[in-house]
């Protein structure tokens, strides 16, 4: 019913910036939050950041806070993830994800395939 594509990562080196978009298609909806998860080699899938529909309730985990700002534009359904002072520890696959009936990334509805980010020394 939902479909999420990303798009803009790929290779940086440390110390640089990406900023990762993520458009959905398929059911429109409305009051949904959105944000991201990232998942490193040999770990578990992990919250990264979360937006509101209005953009009033903004959430991001503590490895990111301070360097990473995530924001939405609904008129294109998208929602972006710009990241800052890349560091090799965030070098993982960037799934995109949707929760229809939730301020908050409480439960997962849609995810997008994912799309790799990997940060260099």
């Known amino acids: 019913q939902v479909q999420l594509v990303e798009s803009g990562g790929g290779l940086v080196q440390a110390g640089g910036s990406l900023r990762l978009s993520c458009a959905a298609s398929?059911?429109?909806?409305?009051?949904?939050?959105m944000g991201w998860f990232r998942q490193a080699p040999g770990k578990e899938r992990v919250f990264i950041a979360s937006?509101?529909?209005?953009?009033?309730?903004?959430d991001y985990s503590d490895s990111v806070k301070g360097r990473t700002d995530i924001s939405r534009d609904n008129a294109k359904n998208t929602v972006y993830l710009q990241m800052n002072n890349l560091k090799p520890e965030d070098t993982a696959v960037y799934y995109c994800?949707?929760?229809?009936?939730?301020?908050?990334?409480?439960?997962?509805?849609?995810w997008g395939q994912g799309i790799q980010v990997t940060v260099s020394s």
């Open positions: 994800a949707v929760d229809l009936h939730s301020a908050w990334l409480r439960t997962v509805d849609y």
């Open positions: 398929g059911r429109t909806f409305t009051n949904a939050a």
């Open positions: 937006i509101s529909w209005s953009g009033q309730y903004i």
